[in-house]
């Protein structure tokens, strides 16, 4: 994940391994009655809250799929809060070193090849990050969906023994976003099972999906995520938890530029 809100993304509980549902039209559907008294903006920062805890550690896999090749990266996550997160590249050998870091809505990235801390201006947050179909602000585990976006819920279902929450996250006129809408389907134990991004066209771009859940560091987690395009079948990037701890004391020293360049 997410780099700034890049990943939380074993062995206790294993819920369903997949969830798909339609694109989702900008017309909502009529709301039952036990949508009642539900708070779509709620829904959505319990489940950042759930994804990053006040804080965490956890080491993830990336794999990335293209037509003709795939590689897979190991990295290691730590965020703090709502406006701090480091992730680092671990491997391959050819890679270790590599580095995003947000503080609030600064965002750095380090690459040792080039011994260079750049800063990322806001018109690159959605770039990719390290060649896979997260960008920046994804593998940060950005939070500025509570911040800059107005949130309504579109819809209520019901998936075996689950409720799930359809959530229209619009951001404001002045955020400094890429995507026209973005759509987050919520269990009812604030797992995201799919979040949609929708480009300014209202035409449905990018899906990350929920493979896996289990429980991690005493609760639910989305153990394996895939973030696909919505025009390339072939082509995807997963991120695999493999393990995560949160609520556990961090340093302040972590989350500075020092760090990121030379870790400790």
């Known amino acids: 994940m997410n780099c700034a809100r890049m990943f939380c993304l074993l062995v206790l509980l294993v819920a369903p391994a997949s969830f798909a549902v339609e694109s989702v039209p900008a017309t909502p559907h009529v709301l039952p009655p036990s949508a009642q008294g539900v708070d779509a903006k709620n829904l959505i920062r319990e489940a950042m809250n759930l994804w990053r805890g006040s804080s965490s550690i956890s080491e993830l896999q990336m794999t990335i799929k293209r037509v003709g090749w795939q590689r897979t990266m190991s990295m290691k996550a730590w965020t703090k809060g709502e406006g701090q997160s480091l992730v680092r590249v671990t491997g391959p050998k050819k890679d270790v070193g590599n580095g995003t870091l947000l503080i609030d809505d600064a965002l750095w990235s380090y690459s040792p090849k080039i011994n260079r801390v750049i800063k990322i201006p806001s018109s690159m947050m959605g770039q990719s990050w390290m060649g896979s179909d997260f960008t920046n602000k994804d593998i940060s585990k950005s939070t500025d969906v509570l911040d800059q976006y107005d949130h309504r819920l579109l819809d209520v279902r019901r998936e075996g023994e689950r409720t799930l929450y359809l959530v229209e996250a619009i951001p404001h006129e002045d955020a400094a976003v890429v995507w026209g809408r973005e759509l987050y389907w919520v269990r009812d134990d604030f ?67 020092s760090n990121l360049r030379n870790p400790r």
Request: aromatic fraction near 8%; hydrophobic fraction near 40%.
């Open 191 to 257: 797992i995201v099972m799919e979040q949609q991004f929708w480009d300014q066209d209202n035409r449905l771009v990018k899906t990350l999906s929920t493979l896996e859940v289990v429980e991690m560091g005493g609760r639910p987690v989305a153990k394996r995520m895939r973030m696909a395009d919505t025009e390339s079948d072939n082509e995807w990037t997963e991120m695999n938890t493999l393990s995560i701890q949160f609520d556990t004391e961090l340093a302040e020293s972590l989350f500075t530029l």
